[in-house]
């Protein structure tokens, strides 16, 4: 009774548009009161005390500096000179600026780690080009929101960053790593459709008329972006950095470049960009601290253990739930971002991959994928939200070539299924 | 022809806040954010000054870090518990900011479409959530923060007194729980 309170006064929160931390916080309250009603304060002290320990965790530092990361790459300037090297890598000829998009937003993913600041600022600078070279903008807003969906695949993710403070054993390395190829698989994925329908429909003809940049003098300006998730990801490799350094160490570089060699970011700058990835950051880590308070609340009610009895003994089978997962999960990403899903679904899920002995690092980059996909499936996907503003298209437009690539990304989440060790053969290659 | 011109404008392309769901601060050209802001009672600056600080603090304590521990084969363990007791600061303090200025991750599907009155009556009910929310964190934190100093708790570090840290957290969460009644008044008067 309890808990079909919570859950319905939870979801009806939440569809209201109340802030997403503040359902999280008061279902959680609300049910650790009932549950402890004999009980001094009904027990609710363990409420600050869920809050202060949910946010007190050192590998948890990685969040503002990663935020702050992108908010810093976003603004040198390393987005249009990636651009340009891409496209003195690939050429000039029709379909060769979708190519452009999905390699640049994946390079992008290796730098910031959070989704639809990739389609923002690869969508800025992309769209328009695409337009004046012939493409239609739903065409190009539904590539570019497909495309940086990979950024939650490609490490420095935000998300996975949350999702191994979560899960005990996943160290963050490990998770990183296992993401690393699933999310290149994607970016191929997703170039074929998106070649594959600017041929047929004769999309870019313009595109060949352009000029070509020239090869090393865009290699030289890119050189400085390329660098960074080699430093980033290379950096923890070697073990100079825990991921929280790593991040460090990338603010002070992009700093470098955006101030010192690209010359676009101000002194007076800084202010907006800490005021911002600080404000960013805020709103992340409020959330991660409330989900806090609503996982106690799900262990004090012991509903989590008869919830995966009665999945796992439903006659489904494996895959079976594995299917209604992947169901479940895309309709949800279609709603929320990627790390308040983690947030809410993991501890739900958790006992279930333990129950089959799933690999919970192949299932933290499966989960990515599902939430990857729901974030460009309209009609409500957050990315397609971001860059058919840009485009001024209505969502409904893009829907026939975002089926396209919906079913490249549903490809490739089938492969990891298969084939566990596309996620994990990097990670244990590396010896996390 | 060194560099295409893509955006036309050059590199200052798009950069504002882009939390999913809130495509309403996602404008096509780059505006001055203080143009657009919320006017509040009390300056929102308090809080924006604040959050720059821990930020750059926290960003400096973390590479001074490493440099030590590179140059000096010494780490030095308390700015760990420093630096997580920043984030907690950073976390309440920019995030009061963001409760003022109503960007908090939600969904905005339902409550961002309908009639203009609908949308405010959500918004008022939101804001009173948040309000509720951290009044409640504000009083029960307050009580530990009254444990902590009477049991003469000390932080495992550097072995402070804890209530140093944890008294932030009943004056902070004050600050938001106050942010949130504001932007619920503010809803009210747009009619």
């Keep these: ?432 | 022809m060194r560099t295409l011109h893509l955006s036309g404008s050059g590199v200052h392309f798009l950069f504002v806040m882009h939390l999913p769901h809130e495509p309403t601060h996602l404008p096509i050209d780059v505006p001055d954010p203080a143009a657009q802001d919320e006017v509040t009672v009390v300056p929102l600056k308090i809080e924006d000054w604040l959050t720059v600080i821990v930020m750059g603090l926290l960003a400096l304590i973390t590479f001074l870090n490493v440099l030590v521990r590179y140059f000096t084969d010494q780490s030095f363990a308390w700015t760990e518990e420093f630096s997580v007791f920043l984030m907690i600061v950073l976390a309440l303090v920019a995030g009061s900011a963001s409760v003022a200025r109503n960007r908090q991750i939600r969904i905005e599907f339902f409550a961002d479409s309908g009639s203009p009155a609908r949308q405010r009556r959500l918004a008022r009910f939101g804001a009173l959530m948040v309000a509720l929310l951290f009044a409640m964190l504000a009083a029960l934190s307050t009580r530990m923060v009254y444990d902590d100093f009477q049991y003469g708790e000390t932080s495992p570090g550097i072995g402070i007194p804890q209530w140093w840290y944890s008294m932030w957290l009943p004056i902070l969460s004050c600050a938001i729980a106050l942010r949130a009644l504001g932007l619920f008044i503010r809803r009210g008067r747009r009619a």
Excluded at chain 1, 28 to 41: K, T, Y
Excluded at chain 1, 229 to 254: C, D, H, N, S
Excluded at chain 1, 353 to 358: G, I, K, Q, S
């Design chain 1, 1 to 432: 009774m309890i808990v079909t309170l919570l859950f319905a006064a939870f979801f009806l929160m939440m569809l209201v548009g109340v802030p997403i931390g503040a359902a999280l916080g008061l279902a959680g309250a609300a049910a650790i009161g009932l549950a402890n009603a004999d009980s001094q304060w009904f027990g609710l002290l363990a409420v600050p005390q869920n809050f202060y320990a949910g946010l007190g965790k050192y590998p948890l530092l990685a969040i503002p500096m990663f935020v702050l990361v992108g908010s810093i790459f976003d603004r040198s300037g390393v987005a249009l000179r990636l651009v340009n090297f891409a496209i003195a890598m690939v050429g000039r000829g029709p379909g060769m600026l979708p190519v452009v998009v999905v390699a640049v937003a994946m390079l992008m993913g290796g730098i910031s780690g959070s989704g639809p600041a990739t389609a923002a600022a690869v969508g800025g600078v992309m769209i328009a080009a695409m337009t004046r070279s012939g493409y239609p903008p739903a065409f190009s807003a539904g590539v570019v929101g497909a495309a940086a969906s990979i950024d939650i695949l490609i490490p420095p993710s935000i998300a996975f960053i949350v999702y191994s403070v979560l899960v005990p054993g996943v160290s963050v390395p490990a998770i990183f790593a296992a993401g690393m190829l699933p999310g290149l698989l994607v970016g191929l994925a997703l170039m074929v459709p998106a070649v594959w329908l600017s041929r047929k429909y004769h999309f870019g003809q313009q595109e060949a008329l352009l000029p070509k940049p020239p090869f090393w003098a865009s290699l030289r300006e890119a050189s400085w972006g390329l660098a960074a998730p080699v430093l980033i990801l290379g950096g923890m490799r070697a073990g100079w950095f825990t991921p929280t350094e790593a991040a460090v160490v990338a603010v002070f570089y992009g700093l470098f470049v955006g101030m010192v060699i690209y010359r676009s970011i101000r002194v007076r700058d800084l202010f907006h960009i800490l005021r911002e990835s600080g404000e960013l950051s805020a709103i992340i880590l409020l959330v991660v601290a409330l989900a806090g308070i609503f996982a106690y609340s799900l262990s004090t009610l012991g509903i989590v253990d008869p919830l995966t009895q009665a999945i796992v003994n439903s006659g489904l089978g494996e895959y079976g739930v594995l299917a209604l997962l992947i169901l479940m999960l895309t309709v949800v990403g279609m709603f929320l971002d990627g790390i308040s899903i983690f947030l809410i679904f993991v501890p739900l899920l958790l006992p279930i991959v333990n129950f089959y002995h799933w690999d919970p690092v192949w299932f933290g980059v499966l989960l990515t994928l599902m939430v990857a996909l729901g974030q460009f499936t309209p009609p409500i996907a957050v990315n397609l939200m971001v860059t058919c503003r840009i485009a001024g298209v209505r969502m409904e437009e893009t829907v026939r070539w975002v089926i396209w690539l919906l079913a490249a990304l549903f490809c490739v989440l089938l492969l990891v299924i298969i084939f566990p060790s596309i996620a994990l053969w990097l990670p244990t290659r590396l010896g996390y």
